[in-house]
């Protein structure tokens, strides 16, 4: 009953087409190669509904901050940020919309988003595709990089664009933990042997979702097994090992796992109350900027595994019926510009890493990022990257969800 209040809540607040909204806005095949001095002129004086997570602080200033000042101070359009506490939220309301036959004038204009709710677009028919090469910052996107031009294994197509890159990690605090677990294999066994010091938040969190893909790894023997199509009678297997090692290991778990966090952002507070003793986040940078805003101790120290730490890239999208096109497409050539990509890669902005090449950029951005100095108790991004991990197909995932909810979370 709350979820689907708040469903509609956002879909009421935001349901209109902002004052200067036209019809070359709303209507995406106009635009694709238009002129990009046009395209601007179009957008100018409107509004853009940016719909994303909103659980980090730093991530919502940013956005909030430099990405809408850019907006407003160069382009005059204004910058609606909408919280999210899970992706789907917004494609629902997306989805609802074009079942109720709402296919110019939708409530949402972009989405951060994951591979799973892409694949739901894209295949859904929700997403407006074919107009990333009208951007000129598209130029600095290296499309031939597989894991850029894919998204969980879905043809990124023109459909949406590369925001950041990420890779999981792991931390612990020094000063309680000396010896931390190192791999998956060891993990399962540190647990036992320290009950009530470790949980994972409860899937579909993001965060929680990518521990359970590395226990699912492990019990396959490693991904090579797993790339590819979804294949039942392996998922059968592997899964039935995976619910096994989970439920054999809730005992141990905080609070016995009777309950698990709801977000990542509770298991880190778990973490700085030291009921628990290590932590974990697809953005290891944040480890620094926890210890810098006082929230995690000074001893906290993040690392990867030696079996490998699973990464990706993620990116936004605009919806087919958004009615605030030029002003969505703005915002992603701003993001993808060099000057953006640097000051999030910033470690007390976000040190995030870019989803462009560097290298394509202006030599003083080029400089900038070169020049920037990691916090000493982030895990470097090389030495995490030695050991990368990919990304299953969004099958996979949405199968190791609703197994894990099934067989371990009830």
């Known amino acids: 009953m709350k979820h689907a209040l708040k469903m509609a809540l956002l879909a009421s607040t935001f349901a209109w ?10 209507d995406g095949g106009a635009l694709i190669g238009k002129p990009w001095e046009e395209i601007t002129e ?7 509904n940016w719909f994303l ?18 907006l407003k101070d160069q382009y005059d359009i204004t910058l609606n940020r909408v919280g999210l506490s899970d992706t789907v939220e917004a494609v629902n309301i997306v989805l609802g919309e074009k079942e109720s036959g709402v296919n110019d004038a939708g409530s949402v204009d972009m989405i951060w988003i994951n591979g799973e709710n892409f694949r739901t677009m894209k295949q859904g028919g ?9 951007l000129p910052n598209n130029a600095l996107v290296n499309w031939d990089n597989p894991a850029i031009a894919n998204d969980f294994g879905v043809p990124v197509e023109g459909c949406e664009v590369p925001w950041s890159k990420a890779q999981f990690a792991f931390a612990y605090d020094t000063a309680r933990t000396e010896n931390p677990p190192r791999s998956i294999g ?5 647990v036992k042997a320290n009950p009530g010091e470790f949980t994972y938040p409860a899937p579909p969190d993001f965060n929680g979702s990518v521990f359970v893909r590395h226990v699912f790894y492990h019990a396959a023997g ?3 097994s797993l790339l590819g199509d979804f294949d039942q009678a392996k998922f059968d297997e592997v899964s039935a090992k ?31 109350n030291s009921e628990v003793n290590l932590t974990f986040n697809y953005e290891p ?14 001893t906290t120290q993040g690392y990867g595994l030696t079996d490998g730490t699973i990464g990706n890239t993620n990116y936004t999208i605009i919806p087919f019926n958004s009615p605030n096109k030029a002003a969505a497409m703005v915002l992603q050539n701003v993001l993808l510009s060099g000057e953006a990509q640097l000051q999030k890669a910033l470690p007390d902005v976000w040190g995030t890493k870019p989803a462009i090449e560097m290298d394509r950029t202006s030599a003083d951005v080029q400089a900038a990022f070169d020049a920037i100095v990691v916090h000493p108790n982030v895990v470097p991004a090389a030495e995490l990257a030695k050991n990368a991990l990919p990304e299953l197909q969004a099958a996979w995932i949405s199968a190791i969800e609703k197994g894990w909810l099934e067989n371990v979370g009830q």
């Open 17 to 26: 087409a902002p004052i200067g909204a036209s019809a070359d806005t709303a």
């Open 42 to 48: 179009l957008a100018k004086g409107g509004e853009v």
């Open 53 to 70: 997570w909103g659980g980090s602080d730093n991530i919502n200033q940013y956005v909030t901050e430099f990405i809408g000042g850019i």
């Open 126 to 134: 929700l997403a407006f595709c074919g107009y990333t090469e009208t």
């Open 186 to 190: 060891e993990l399962l066994e540190w």
């Open 222 to 224: 490693g991904v090579d």
């Open 242 to 272: 995976t619910w096994a090692i989970l439920n054999d290991l809730e005992p141990y778990l905080w609070r016995e796992g009777q309950t698990y966090p709801a977000s990542i952002a509770a298991m880190d507070q778990l973490y700085a």
């Open 285 to 298: 940078a944040g480890v620094g900027i926890n210890i810098d805003n006082g929230t995690f101790p000074p």
